[in-house]
């Protein structure tokens, strides 16, 4: 008899699934944390925070921190980048500072002036034959040979 209808709104994951966008000819000075994506062709003078990707368009430049998940950048960035997952430099991109990331994809072209420390997981290298590699330079070190 008394039914509830479900209520025609947004739901919490399609709120934070949406895109911030700081278009062209916008500056921003000061911090911004977000739960949502970015994209950048304005400019940003500070920090920007956010579990997601941001995207740097060609007109679009950074000065301070970015602290995210992923990035894509075409324009400008100067600071300290911090990235848990993939940095993309695309050929127009410019970047110099500090960068921290896991995965460093660079394209042909792009300015990349930075101290970088890569923090991804490491691979074991395999060898074909496993246990011949190190006992051939265990045994050449035994006889007083260099390996």
Do not use: W
Request: hydrophobic share 35%.
């Amino acid at each position: 008899m008394f039914t509830e209808k479900p209520k025609k709104g947004k739901t919490t994951s399609e709120s934070v699934n949406q895109q911030n966008t700081i278009a062209k000819g916008t500056t921003i000075t000061g911090d911004i944390i977000s739960d949502g994506d970015f994209r950048v062709e304005g400019t940003i003078l500070g920090n920007v925070k956010t579990p997601g990707k941001v995207v740097l368009g060609k007109t679009g430049i950074i000065k301070g921190t970015l602290n995210g998940a992923n990035a894509d950048i075409e324009g400008k960035f100067s600071g300290k980048l911090i990235l848990s997952d993939t940095l993309s430099l695309k050929s127009s991109a410019f970047v110099e500072g500090e960068v921290e990331v896991g995965k460093l994809a660079v394209e042909p072209g792009a300015a990349f002036n930075a101290t970088c420390l890569m923090k991804g997981t490491l691979k074991e290298h395999v060898y074909n034959n496993t246990s011949k590699a190190p006992e051939i330079n265990a045994r050449a070190t035994e006889k007083g040979q260099p390996a």
